[in-house]
C-alpha cells in the first residue's frame, strides 16, 4: 500500500519573498520546505520552519540573464518504516530550484524539479535505487501553490515503443513505468543498472542488440 503524504517547497528570490509547492505524500503528514535564496529549510508546520535546520544548496549557478539554478543535495524525508511503500526502505528528494531574479513587475520564472529516489535492499543485500523525476510551477503563496504527488512505484512494467524510420529501420525506446510515473533512473550498489535489448527476426535470429543504462535507450 503506497502512503500519501504532502510536502511543501517554499522559494525565495533576490527580494527575500516566497513562493510554495505541494508535494502530496499523505493525507496526515505535510513536509514544509522553505527557500530563501540558495538556501532551504525543512519542517512539518509553517511555524517550525523559523528554527529548522539551513541547508545550503550544493551548487548554484547562472543560467543566462536573471534566471538562478539552486541544486540541493539528495535530502531523506522523515517518513517512518510505517509510512513508507512496502519494501522500500527510503525515500529522498533531490530538488533544483530554478527561478528569475529579475524584476517582479515582468512575471518572473519559478520552478521547483523534485526528483524522488527509493531505495530498497535486494535479496544478496545490494542497495537498488529507483528515480523518478516530476516538479510544479512555484507559487506566491502556500493557499495558491499547485500540487506535484509522490510517485506510486507499486506496479512497474516494461514499456517498448516502436517508431518506423527510413530504409526498413525502425527506432526502439525502452521505458520502464507504474501507472502514470515513468522511472528515470536505476541504479544497483550506486552504479547504472544495464537494460539489455535484443532485436529478432521471425526466425527467433538476432539481428540487433544492445545494452546499457536507461538512458541510452531512446529513439536511436
Known amino acids: 500500500m503506497l502512503f ?48 529548522a535546520k539551513i541547508i545550503n544548496a550544493a551548487e548554484s549557478s547562472k543560467l543566462g540573464g536573471t534566471t538562478q539554478q539552486d541544486e540541493y543535495s539528495q535530502i531523506a524525508l522523515p517518513l517512518t518504516a510505517k509510512e513508507l511503500p512496502s519494501g522500500i526502505q527510503k525515500i529522498a528528494v533531490k530538488i533544483t530550484h530554478i527561478y528569475d531574479t529579475g524584476d517582479e513587475a515582468l512575471g518572473l520564472f519559478d520552478y521547483a524539479g523534485i526528483e524522488f529516489i527509493f531505495s530498497k535492499k535486494g535479496p544478496a543485500g ?9 516538479g510544479t510551477e512555484v507559487k506566491s503563496s502556500a493557499a495558491k501553490a499547485l500540487n506535484a504527488e509522490l510517485p506510486d512505484i507499486s506496479q512497474p512494467k516494461i514499456v517498448l515503443e516502436v517508431q518506423p524510420k527510413e530504409s526498413r529501420q525502425v527506432g526502439v525506446a525502452i521505458q520502464i513505468r507504474s501507472k502514470k510515473f515513468t522511472i528515470s533512473a ?32 531512446g529513439y536511436t
Open 4 to 51: 500519501i503524504f504532502v510536502l511543501t517547497a517554499a522559494y525565495a528570490s533576490a527580494d527575500a519573498s516566497t513562493g510554495y509547492v505541494k508535494i502530496i505524500l499523505n493525507k496526515e503528514k505535510t513536509l514544509y520546505v522553505q527557500f530563501q535564496d540558495d538556501e532551504l529549510k525543512m519542517a512539518t508546520s509553517v511555524a517550525d520552519l523559523k528554527d
Open 126 to 134: 545490494v542497495l537498488w535505487e529507483y528515480s523518478v523525476e516530476t
Open 186 to 217: 536505476i541504479k544497483q550498489a550506486g552504479k547504472d543498472a544495464t537494460a539489455y535489448l535484443k532485436v529478432l527476426d521471425k526466425d527467433g535470429k538476432t539481428v540487433n542488440a544492445a545494452n546499457g543504462p536507461l538512458s541510452k535507450f
